[in-house]
């Protein structure tokens, strides 16, 4: 059975974002990319909310083709491009979008029949509004939690609204020279 792997920065007191959605905080490097891409190398199929799904969309499709693109820019664009994608929205259709299905209704059945079909594991990067609805309902199985070296003091909660306890196990923890410590936990159920 497939898993579902949420992977989201945050900071050290617990925040994701900052008031205004800021993201220029979060330190990347070569490393965390080479990191990650071992992981997208165990996936086939990538999840977003409307709003991450969009930013996604604006970039990825195309961000390997430039003639400046990083070496993690030509993966993770060649990655994006041919994993299928689901997009946990209300407002939205799938109607035109390419390799795209979008969940509006009966979220842990549709995302449960996902994770039951052959495959390889399913990601989930940042999308906190989504991961919120995931969470509330159980559906992820690891969580990767890049913790950055910075206390934001305000922003958008890494789990706010969260109403039930969940339960976690450590599973590896591994720390990178740019100061990011990267927590893989798995959900006890």
């Known amino acids: 059975m497939r898993k579902l792997i949420f992977f989201m920065h945050t900071s050290l007191d617990g925040f994701v974002a900052g008031p205004n959605g800021e993201m220029n905080w979060i330190k990347v490097d070569e490393d965390i990319f080479d990191f990650v891409g071992t992981m997208t190398d165990k996936s086939d199929m990538a999840l977003y909310g409307r709003v991450t799904y969009e930013m996604m969309?604006?970039?990825?499709?195309?961000?390997g083709d430039a003639p400046n693109a990083s070496k993690h820019d030509k993966e993770h664009s060649a990655w994006y491009n041919q994993v299928a994608?689901?997009?946990l929205s209300k407002t939205m259709s799938d109607k035109g979008l390419l390799n795209t299905q979008v969940i509006a209704?009966?979220?842990a059945d549709k995302i449960n029949a996902l994770k039951r079909k052959?495959?390889?594991n399913i990601l989930i990067f940042g999308s906190p509004s989504a991961s919120y609805s995931l969470l509330a309902q159980g559906l992820i199985d690891e969580f990767w939690l890049?913790?950055?070296p910075i206390l934001l003091g305000k922003g958008i909660s890494l789990y706010k609204g969260?109403?039930?306890t969940t339960k976690l196990k450590l599973i590896e923890s591994k720390t990178f020279a740019c100061g990011v410590i990267a927590l893989h936990y798995?959900?006890?159920r």
């Open 85 to 87: 994608k689901v997009v």
């Open 105 to 107: 209704d009966q979220l």
């Open 146 to 148: 890049f913790v950055n």
């Open 57 to 63: 969309q604006s970039y990825w499709p195309t961000a």
């Open 186 to 188: 798995e959900a006890v």
């Open 162 to 164: 969260a109403t039930e």
């Open 118 to 120: 052959d495959g390889k």
